[in-house]
């Protein structure tokens, strides 16, 4: 498991730079590779992966009727609505942290709303896969931004399509397993055969 010191070090590491042990605010490249790394730590998990992704429902606060998303989303979807006892079609968006009614031009909410967030995850709890993809992306924005030496952002690139490849094949792998394992599909699958005769 990879930690934000571990990124601020390989991508100090391509400019000769010694590691450091603790994350020093005063060295003077710090703070940039920083701010690249929160950067590409929203930019990858706004893209929506299975680790990240959460069917929820959202109630209106008794008081003031009004319907907050969590603090740590990046997206809220309410693509999934009791709008009207209907499920389809929502006309109901995210306004900041609010929820916000396109049809009555209003945030007061009386129904729940059944909404897909995308949340942000911390960066040590990711997975190892994701932390690779980040950590590559942090480095290969931070050569391009300070250094953009040709032969080492090439082998960079390298990398970083290589471990977003395997991201990806693990996300595959995992939307595919989740989907098996709805009650619908997963019923079908065990009565598969079942009424089959075996002779053995």
Partial sequence: MMSELDVVNDALATMGEAPL???????????????????????????????????????PDADSSFIYVPQ?????????????????????VQRGRRLYNTETNAYE???????????????????????????????????????????????????YNIARGTLMAEHTRNVKANFLWKNGVANKLLNIGRNTYRPF
């Avoid at 690249?36 to 929506?48: G, L, M, P, S, Y």
């Avoid at 740590?72 to 929502?90: A, F, K, Q």
């Fill in 109 to 159: 909410m009386t129904e729940p709303v059944r909404c897909i967030l995308i949340r942000f995850i911390p960066f040590v709890d990711l997975p190892p896969t994701a932390q690779r993809v980040i950590s590559l992306a942090t480095v290969l924005r931070f050569q391009q931004n300070y250094d953009a030496d040709p032969s080492r952002t090439q082998q960079i690139v390298l990398d």
């Fill in 72 to 92: 740590d989303t990046i997206r809220c979807d309410p693509v999934l609505c009791t709008y009207h006892g209907e499920i389809g079609y929502s006309p109901i």
């Fill in 21 to 59: 042990v603790a994350i020093d605010e005063d060295h003077p490249l710090v703070a940039g590779i920083r701010r690249i790394f929160k950067n590409q730590c929203e930019a990858v998990q706004a893209e929506q992966w299975w680790f990240n992704k959460e069917y929820i429902t959202l109630v």
